[in-house]
Structures are given as C-alpha cells and as structure tokens.
C-alpha cells in the first residue's frame, strides 16, 4: 500500500546578523582572531550569501577547520581601543525528508585531502602500524576493496568496513593476546573487541583517514 510521507515545505530564506564589539581602556597593539561566524552549507541549508567585516584593517585568512567549519583568522599589527566584528549572512533553511538517513554534509569522497598543517596536527592517528612493509601493502590492498566497491564514498567505505568485520570475523575470546597485530586479525578472522577496532583503525589510517 501507498506509503502517506509529510509534504514538502518551500525553503525558508532567513537573514542573519551577528555583531561583536571589544573596547578597551588602553590602546591594543597587536591581535589574532579566530572567527567562525560562516554558517554551514549541508543538506539542511543552503549559503546564498556571506560577509565579515572589521572595523579594524588585518590580514586575513580563510580555511576549514578539521570539523567542516570555515573559519577566518586575522592578524591585526595596527593599535585599536576598539574593535567591530559584523557578520551578515542570507541562508536558506531546507525541508528535508525525516525518513532519509543520509549525512548531513555532502558527499566526502576518499581520498582525503590535508592541508599541511592538519596533517600534522592529526599526525598521531594517521601513522600507520608498525608491520613489514608486505603486511601494510596487503592491509592496504583489502582497504582499497571497500573503497573500490563503494564507490570511493568515505561513510559509505567505514560502514562497509564495519559490517563486514562484525560478519566474516568470529568473535573468540582467548585466541589473541595484546602483541597480537592487525594482520593477525586480517589474516586468521578471529579475535575479540579490542582485535577488530585495531583493525578497523589500522584500515582506517592506511586511508589516510584520522583514527
């Protein structure tokens, strides 16, 4: 039988302001600010338009922070006694279908890329295990399977990896100790809790993927 879903609401346009002032009794010589004030652009919403203005000149910078979020930092070298940040943005809020269980953001496709300086602050959870360079090549080559096969699709590639582990993989206490390896695990199918998240991250980092 026919399935009754909610109607489709029109998309609401909204105009946001945001406003920051800073004033000081004594004149501050040089500043660093960090401002995240661009809303985000997902399946929910839609960025028509956006801008920050300071009342105080700066070199600016844009980038996106490791969560998604697009921030803007500004050197400030000139003195100022007072400082205005003003934000305007005009967003669209989207109707959205709560029987869909999609993500939020777009599509995030794998291969990831780094700025520089995240990879080095993410750099403890994307080394990758200590084995031979023959075992990473094959833990690699099972990586790319999942990927391959869910069409380079990052949640898609870790949800598959997931399911498959708690599918082909038996769960036998005993049978491992805590040297034994990621390819281990790979290799024999078998292990308990802490052996299929070792290797769940060793996968994970092999795709260049924080874990």
């Known amino acids: 039988r026919a399935v009754h879903r909610p109607r489709v609401v029109p998309a609401r346009r909204m105009?946001?302001?945001?406003?920051?002032?800073?004033?000081?009794?004594?004149?501050?010589?040089?500043?660093?600010?960090?401002?995240?004030?661009?809303?985000?652009?997902?399946?929910?919403?839609?960025?028509v338009s956006h801008g920050?203005?300071?009342?105080?000149?700066?070199?600016?910078?844009?980038?996106?922070?490791?969560?998604?979020?697009?921030?803007?930092?500004?050197?400030?070298?000139?003195?100022?006694?007072?400082?205005t940040i003003t934000a305007r943005s005009i967003v669209d809020l989207l109707d959205t279908d709560p029987l869909s269980f999609r993500?939020?953001?777009?599509?995030?496709?794998?291969?990831?890329?780094?700025?520089?300086?995240?990879?080095?602050?993410?750099?403890?959870?994307?080394?990758?295990?200590?084995?031979?360079?023959?075992?990473?090549?094959?833990?690699?080559?099972?990586?790319?399977?999942?990927?391959e096969r869910n069409d380079y699709d990052l949640f898609d590639t870790l949800l598959d990896l997931n399911s498959t582990i708690k599918r082909?993989?038996?769960?036998?206490?005993?049978?491992?100790?805590?040297y034994t390896t990621p390819f281990d695990v790979y290799t024999h199918r078998r292990g308990v809790c802490q052996d299929f998240s070792n290797l769940f991250i060793c996968i994970a980092r092999l795709l260049s993927v924080p874990a």
């Open 15 to 47: 105009s946001v302001g945001h406003r920051t002032s800073y004033r000081y009794d004594k004149p501050v010589e040089r500043s660093s600010q960090v401002l995240r004030l661009t809303p985000i652009h997902d399946r929910l919403q839609s960025v």
């Open 52 to 83: 920050i203005e300071l009342s105080v000149d700066g070199k600016s910078r844009d980038y996106d922070d490791v969560f998604g979020n697009r921030v803007r930092r500004v050197e400030i070298d000139s003195p100022y006694a007072e400082l």
């Open 103 to 147: 993500p939020l953001h777009k599509r995030w496709s794998i291969p990831l890329v780094w700025m520089p300086w995240q990879r080095h602050m993410l750099q403890p959870y994307l080394l990758p295990e200590e084995l031979p360079d023959s075992e990473l090549e094959e833990l690699t080559e099972y990586a790319m399977s999942f990927v």
């Open 168 to 178: 082909e993989y038996e769960y036998k206490p005993g049978v491992t100790t805590n």
